[in-house]
């Protein structure tokens, strides 16, 4: 391996890497001390990340190369890199899809009104007040059908969302998934079917795994985790009706396709002081947005597994627990 390749880890997904990852990922951490000296990688509190030189010799690699790889640029914090690349060697590492293809997207945001909790849900007893809060009835009103019966109609034009939403009078938001994992079943069959061009995260033909972090060293928090699986809705309800309409619950082929909220902690026992938290719910913590499923995963179980399981549909039921399905 040149001691240039090792730069190809450091791209916009995946921004920080420490020595430990970089072997998870099956290379030799090794190259970092040339690097630096070369001033194409410097060391922050815990991870090294590229320097505007190793940016530059990134892009200018990956060109001679013929690669369409783009270098880190953003950090939000070391912390969340590291979680967001740990989860992605791990989830990766501990299936095959040996007949399917595994995706990831980092930081996958998707487009929702900019509401505030209180127009999203209320507590004691928990009400979900977004289906009858006025710019869902406007959005209704203007994107009235979802389902099959959408493919009859003519698809949404690219940024039609975005546009409706910022108009709306409510302002745009986003709901945010650390780390999205799209599993395709059999891709070549679907191959011949051209991407949406209003589907920039390709969700089409694939099963969707919308992985968020339980945040770190805090105990889980009802009203918390009430609001990101409220947001979650917000954006099923966006997609369905005005980005991938017929296709959010369905593949081409009409096979189902999942769409699951996944509550990443640190360890086993955070996730039983979430699971406690929400299973109490029962469905009515889906209601206005099923088919959709909440669970738990914890890093330290993930971590322990110690095979490979055929595909993540049969990895998830090993390692983290459903909430409600």
């Not at 595994?102 to 900019?114: L, M, N």
């Not at 909440?294 to 095979?307: Q, R």
Request: proline residues 8%.
């Amino acid at each position: 391996m040149d001691r240039l390749d090792l730069l190809f880890l450091f791209d916009e997904d995946n921004p920080c890497w420490t020595e430990k990852l970089i072997r998870m990922a099956g290379e030799d951490p090794a190259p970092l001390s040339f690097l630096a000296e070369s001033g194409l990688v410097e060391r922050g509190a815990e991870a090294w990340r590229l320097t505007d030189n190793g940016r530059r010799a990134f892009i200018k690699t990956a060109e001679a190369n013929y690669l369409a790889a783009f270098p880190g640029t953003e950090i939000d914090s070391e912390d969340a890199c590291l979680f967001r690349t740990r989860l992605r060697l791990l989830l990766d590492g501990k299936h095959l899809q040996r007949w399917g293809k595994k995706e990831f997207i980092s930081r996958a945001r998707f487009p929702i009104p900019s509401l505030p909790d209180g127009r999203i849900f209320s507590e004691n007893p928990l009400t979900w007040l977004w289906p009858d809060d006025p710019v869902f009835a406007r959005m209704r009103d203007e994107w009235p059908v979802v389902g099959l019966a959408a493919r009859e109609k003519s698809p949404p034009s690219p940024g039609a969302a975005f546009e409706w939403l910022e108009a709306s009078g409510e302002g745009l938001a986003f709901f945010e998934a650390d780390l999205l994992h799209l599993s395709r079943y059999d891709f070549q069959s679907y191959s011949h079917i051209p991407r949406s061009p209003n589907d920039p995260w390709g969700l089409l033909n694939a099963d969707r795994f919308f992985c968020v972090r339980q945040p770190v060293h805090e105990k889980p928090n009802g009203h918390a985790l009430l609001s990101t699986i409220g947001r979650f809705q917000l954006a099923l309800e966006v997609l369905r009706r005005m980005i991938l309409p017929g296709y959010m619950d369905h593949d081409s082929f009409d096979q189902s396709a999942v769409n699951w909220l996944v509550f990443v902690c640190d360890d086993e026992k955070e996730a039983e002081a979430l699971i406690s938290l929400l299973r109490p719910f029962r469905r009515e913590l889906i209601r206005p947005a099923a088919p959709m499923e909440v669970w738990a995963l914890d890093m330290e179980s993930l971590a322990a597994f110690p095979e490979r399981a055929e595909n993540i549909h049969d990895l998830l039921p090993i390692v983290a627990k459903p909430i409600v399905r």
